[in-house]
Structures are given as structure tokens and as C-alpha cells.
DNA sequence: CGTAGAATGTTCTTTGAGAGAACTAAATCC
DNA sequence: GGATTTAGTTCTCTCAAAGAACATTCTACG
């Protein structure tokens, strides 16, 4: 039950029903394909004359292509549909602390090429590096194919308005425009974003053939920082300022650590990366003190989480401690926006089955009804480089959203 | 943009364009009554012949009718149009802890009888409590007027699927129904919510006249328990098994009070009325000791606000810590949400002048980015009904809501 | 084989609402 | 008292949805 916002409402016209009708059938395809236009008529409840029409409109316009007919058991052999995904391409980057990637990829997620290079922290410097590299790629990669545009993935909260990133503190960054110095420098569209959002997007868009695509849903996402990507309505929430999704920042203990926000005791100064190696390091969590140790010892999650694979029990206890805390901040997200299912992203998801006692036990012991703390909790592997889909679900989702009515 | 979820959308047909902006026109007129034809036309961009054509149908099923012509400085006088309130009626009901309010209103929210008792928690005695009284202030009350439908606010988790209060701790229910019992007694359509969901409910669509109505805010309901009901996108958020909302869990601090819920620390521990009634009494907060310590001293949060005022220093020092709690949990709102604004409901927004400084202190500690400690946060007095409007808004919402599409 | 039956996909015709022009109504301004 | 302006109504035109009719292409079965 949506109100209608009378200061910003888009009126219907005779071409609406057409284009809604449209995005129903593209959406059909996109995740029953192969599928056929009788077969199109009887999941939408109209005639088969209409889909003839509305694919014809998909047809020409090259969002789908008719491949073979196949074998039926009885009458005429219906032609698949397929939404076109092989020749339509996406540049896909992901900034982070101290690595960049940049994978080519087609519209279907499908990994073409990918280069990793030390993250420039200066944006001028940054933005050049990158378009010399995407014309790289696109040439000696891309094919026949054009490419549709560029998903950008950043550490930070970002203005969609003006694309500016207002605030990364890994980077250092405050209010920093580089979606449009990387569109002027390559003249592709380009589309930003932050980490946690990005990586929910992915879930809604790119989400597993024939899995669940729920309509509500949280992305919980664990590195130097915890975020939370939250789709609602089968629509992103990104809040007013765009500052929305900042659980990281809940305290748990209002006399706990000290946070890098200056605060005490967030969520974050808990449950992070640097907190677990803090931990791990019988350390206190301070920039100050961090930086230099990490530095001097080389140590990072990935080797907490080797050490704690081999049974190292020192790396255990520190890892189970970040658990549950982790638990205790799912626990917030439950009880604060009861999503159908949440997943997590980050280093951590790489040691889950260890962990998982602890984090459902923190849950249980805070989420209010039972159905509430029963909530699916999906881990997801950095290997399937989370990010990165988010990146190209940026470029390819708005061909698939619904038209803006009412 | 919305995906569009392929296992239930809605098809647009031909009536497709007309239901959406039918609902427009409807909107526009009860957001800018009176209003002309003309002007919609103009707002609208369309047309004034499609105008009367949409305004015909809304006025040959009663919805709107049209008032008087009014003065123009030039040119043919405007016949202008309003929305038809004044003889549809709305029985709007509050159950709270001791006393139970069953208001009489027309459909624009004006209050035509409003009466209270000492609420019975035996359901089917309730039930027939509010049946009997209901047709009573129909019959004295109700004039020409037909009554549309029944709005039953109450303090609990409500199941919007089967109508059923899923757990309300104050009454001692659980998994009771009273939607369906109190329609089979009346004859009458009941819409049932818990309270913080139907104070926002009441914010989207009785908002005051001129005033903005944002498509995403948050409405916090501090009282026995602590409750957020948030809007996103002009659309209430209930979660996946309507449990959101439910921030008066979540942890301030792991080693804090015990809370009723069983957990500790809870923001609710530090800051509904039962915690600020402790720590005015020097107590620890559990039911055991409460109950009957308030029932001997006949004490309420209440008299605790009416000392502050009157300067008792005791008094303002509970109620400071409580502001000081209250705005820790705001800023969790804030940053997890990030909403335009915040409303605040329940006894404590009647020393609101008092606290803010405080609370704007705890915000301002948390707060991610300036412009989100900046978040315009908006007392609402206990004399203005919330709970009560929310019930109206309940049963008027559903006429006013954009069709479901996509 | 040849024909009935069944399923897919295309092409008609019908219908009804949006779009906009033309017209009527009712006021003010020289 | 006619020109002008604004509001509201009534036409006509057009185009997409809806659905019937038709063409196509397969299997099944005599």
C-alpha cells in the first residue's frame, strides 16, 4: 500500500500499460529463459497475440534474441527466448583499501577478464589509471561486443545524486567526484556505489537461476568496516542522504573500545577485521597502535582465518569472539528490519561452519520470536567476488526495473 | 528502481493508466482541496478533458464532490472540488495497557465522540466490550453517516496474513485473534496494527495540511516498550514476518539492566517509561519489583514529568538519563535508516524542551555525518491521539493508495 | 500415407481510453 | 458590447489491449 507522493508522481499515459508489460516479459525471460512465447502467455494470463507483440518490441530493440526451437511432445515446436547478455559487456571496479580489481564482464555476470593493481588513493591519479586500463581491456578482450557502461563499487557512502563519494575513510577520501571524471575521461556511462549496497543489488539482480529472489532481504558485509546493504519492496533502501544501512556504528557497549569513528564501543569496534586481528594480537583497537603493528608483522584476516582453519586456538577464541558479536549485530538487523533472509560477505564467511554455533546462539539469545531468529543466514565467499556482481548489477539493473508509475 | 518480482506481479491492462491516475486526482484533491479542475489539469499535465472525465468517475462513486464556485480574477469561476469526509465514518480504537479509547471519526480525522474504560484482556470479553459500544456510539453518534470500517491499534506484533496478535506482553497475548472475531460481531471490515506502524500510518496520510509528506521518515513510540515504525519509499515497513521495527532490543549495553524481554542491556532497559520509573525510584528494573512497587505508590510516568517540570531535581535527572538514552537510540535510527525526519511519541514529548538539549548531545556523539545528526526530529504531545489518528488512517488508507503494478 | 488433434505463433477485428482540438460557459476589461 | 481570459465539456482521432480467427508444424493413429 504505497502512498503517491503528489509533489513528484509519474501520471500513467496510454504507452504505460505497454511499458510495464514490457519489463514483466523481459523480467520472464531473464530468469525462465529458455522460455516460450505460448509459454510467456499463460504465465502472464494474456493472449498469445500480445506477447507476439510485446517480444517483437524486445526483439528489435536487441534485449532478447529467439535461439532454436526445441522439442515438444505433442503440436508445433515453440522458438526459446533468451535475454542478449554474450555481446552487451560491463566494466566492473572495485576500490578498496589497499587493491583495485577490474573485471570485464558480460550483462550475465560472466567473468571475461580481470586485473588487480595497487589502489591509487589520489582520485585524479585514480580515474587515469583506470580509463587506460578499461580502454585496454575493451580493446583487446571486448569482441564484437559494446560495452554498456561502468559499475563502480567504493568503500564509502556515495551521493547518488551527484555521484560523490562524501565520505571513505579508507581512502581518505571526503566529497570526491570521480563518477563523473571516470565517465568524461572514458565517455561511458558510469554508475557508483557503496560496498553493501552494491553487493544486495547483485542478490536482487544477478541472483542464482531458480533461487529465491526475495523481495526483502539484508546484505551484511564484513572487512575493515560492517555494513549493511537492505532491499525492501524489491527496492533498495539508501535512505535520505544516502546514509542509510550504517549499523556498523550501533554501539553494544557504551563503555566498550574506542571505534575509529571516535566513538566507544560500535558494532564495528567489536566485530571488523581490525578488531578480530586487534584480538588476536591481545591489542587495543587504535589506528595509532594498529597501523604499524599490521605493518611490522605482515598479519592479516586471511592468516587469522588459516590459523584458525589448522586449529590454532589463540586464532579461534579471537575469531569466536568476533562471532559473537556478529551475532549480536544480526540480531539488530532481525530485529530491526526482519528480512527474509540475510547474507553475509566478507573474509569471515571463508571460517563460517566454525563460527556458526556462536553467531546462532548470540541471535537466539536477542532475536524476539522464534520465526525471527530462525532467519536464513547465507555466507558467501569472497572467491565469488560479491563486490564486483554488485558492480555490474549496477549497469544492468536498470533494464530490468520496473517503469516508475503513480 | 523496483524489481519486479516474477512470482507475483501484476499485469497492466488497458484500465491499467486510468486506476493509477484516478488515484492521483484523488490524491491531489485531498492534498490541495479545494481545487479546481483546471488546476489539476495543470499539475497533472494533462488535459481538461481527461480531467473531467477522471473527476466524473470519483464523482459518481462518491469519493469527492463538488463544493461551491469561488472568486477568480479573471475568466470563468472554478466549480472546486473536495474530498467527501464529513459522512464516512471510521471507528478508531486504542488498546493499551489499562485503559482502552474507541473514538468516533470521519474520515478526515475529526473526532465526532471519543470514550474510555479500563481494558479487559480476556479477548472475547473485550471483543464484545468494543462490539457493543460501537454500535451504541453509531447509533447516538453516527448521524447519516455510514461507518467505512474499524482501525484496532494495539501494543503488540501483529500478523497482517491471518489478523492475529502474534505477542502482546502488556495484555498477555499471544497468537490471539481479534481482527475476524470483532468483524463477526459488528458486521463491520476491522484493519488491526500495532502502534508505532500506525503513528507512521497516521504521519503518511493525515499529515497536516501543507505540510511536507515525506516518502521515508520514522516514527519512535516511547512508552512501556520502545517501538519504530518506518516508512520507505511511501510504503510502511512491516519485514518479512511483520516483526520490524522492533529497535527496543537492541543492545546499549551487554552488561546493562536486565530487560523484561530477558536480555540485557536493552534499549528499552534505559529508556521506556518502566526504566525512567525505576531510576526515579531507585530501583533496579525487573516486573517482579516494579509491579507491585507502582501499584503501591501509585506512581506513572506521568507524575514523573509533572515534577520535572515543576523543577523537582530528582525527577530531572531520571528523566535527563532517560533523554540521553533516548538519543543513543535515535542515532541507531539515524544511521540505520537515515531517514528525513523522525517523529517521537509517548509521555516523554511533553518535557521534549527540557530533554533536547541532551538528546541532541547523544545524537550529535553518534551521528555518522552532520547532516544526519542534523535530522529534524519532531515531538508529538499525547493529547494530539497518535495511536487514535493511526487507527483512522488504518481504514482511510486503503483509498487513497497507488495501485499495486509490476 | 493421410487425416485428426494439439500445440505454437501470427494476423485480423473490435473496443475503449488517452490525447488533443473544438466548442460552450461565464467571468473581467477596456 | 465586443475582446479577452479562464473553466469546463464534448467531440474526433489514434493506438494498444483483448480476443477471435487463422496459419503453421508437430504427433498419434488408423
Not at 518490441?57 to 534474441?65: A, D, N, P, T, V
Not at 561511458?188 to 542464482?208: D, K
Not at 533461487?211 to 526483502?216: A, L
Request: aromatic fraction near 4%; glycine fraction near 8%; charged fraction near 20%.
Amino acid at each position: 500500500m504505497r502512498k503517491i507522493n503528489t509533489r513528484s508522481f509519474v501520471r500513467a499515459t496510454r504507452a504505460t500499460p505497454r511499458e510495464i508489460n514490457r519489463q514483466i516479459v523481459l523480467n520472464l525471460v531473464h530468469e525462465h529463459q529458455p522460455i516460450s512465447r505460448a509459454d510467456l502467455a499463460r504465465r502472464m494470463d494474456i493472449g498469445r497475440g500480445m506477447v507476439t507483440s510485446l517480444v517483437d518490441e524486445l526483439l528489435s530493440e536487441g534485449s532478447i534474441y529467439e535461439g532454436d526451437t526445441i522439442d515438444a511432445p505433442r503440436g508445433r515446436r515453440p522458438k526459446m527466448l533468451y535475454v542478449r547478455t554474450h555481446d552487451r559487456l560491463v566494466v566492473a571496479i572495485d576500490v578498496r583499501f589497499s587493491q583495485t580489481f577490474v573485471m570485464l564482464s558480460d550483462f550475465a555476470g560472466t567473468a571475461i577478464a580481470l586485473e588487480t593493481f595497487e589502489t591509487v588513493v589520489v582520485p585524479a591519479a585514480l580515474v587515469q589509471q583506470l580509463a587506460s586500463r578499461i580502454t585496454r581491456l575493451l580493446d583487446t578482450h571486448g569482441g564484437t561486443g559494446r560495452c554498456e557502461g561502468i559499475g563502480l563499487v567504493v568503500p564509502g557512502m556515495v551521493d547518488q545524486h551527484s555521484g560523490r563519494v562524501l565520505n571513505a575513510p579508507q581512502l581518505g577520501w571526503k566529497d570526491v567526484d570521480v563518477r563523473d571524471a571516470l565517465a568524461r575521461a572514458t565517455g561511458l556511462p558510469v554508475h557508483i556505489e557503496n560496498a553493501p549496497i552494491a553487493c544486495a543489488l547483485a542478490h536482487m539482480w544477478l541472483g542464482q537461476r531458480g533461487g529465491p529472489v526475495p523481495g526483502d532481504f539484508a546484505y551484511v558485509t564484513v572487512s575493515d568496516g560492517v555494513g549493511v546493504g537492505f532491499v525492501v519492496n524489491g527496492e533498495v533502501v539508501r535512505g535520505h542522504t544516502n546514509t542509510a544501512g550504517e549499523f556498523g556504528h550501533i554501539p553494544l557497549d557504551l563503555k566498550g573500545p574506542t571505534c575509529l569513528c571516535g566513538a566507544r564501543g560500535c558494532l564495528e569496534a567489536h566485530t571488523s577485521n581490525l578488531a578480530t586481528l586487534a584480538r588476536y594480537l591481545g591489542q587495543q583497537l587504535s589506528s595509532a597502535t594498529m597501523r604499524p603493528l599490521l605493518q611490522s608483522t605482515r598479519l592479516s584476516i586471511t592468516d587469522v582465518i588459516a590459523h584458525a582453519r589448522s586449529g590454532d586456538a589463540r586464532a579461534i577464541a579471537a575469531l569466536d569472539e568476533t562471532a559473537r558479536y556478529l551475532g549480536i549485530g544480526l540480531s539488530i538487523v532481525i530485529n530491526a528490519l526482519n528480512p527474509s533472509e540475510i547474507f553475509v560477505g566478507g573474509e569471515i564467511a571463508d571460517v563460517w561452519d566454525q563460527l556458526l554455533p556462536t553467531i546462532r546462539a548470540a541471535i537466539a539469545d536477542r532475536a524476539l520470536t522464534s520465526t525471527a531468529a530462525a532467519t536464513p543466514i547465507i555466507p558467501e565467499a569472497a572467491s565469488s567476488y560479491p563486490r564486483l556482481r554488485g558492480a555490474i548489477a549496477l549497469v544492468a539493473a536498470p533494464l530490468f526495473a520496473a517503469p516508475r508509475v503513480a
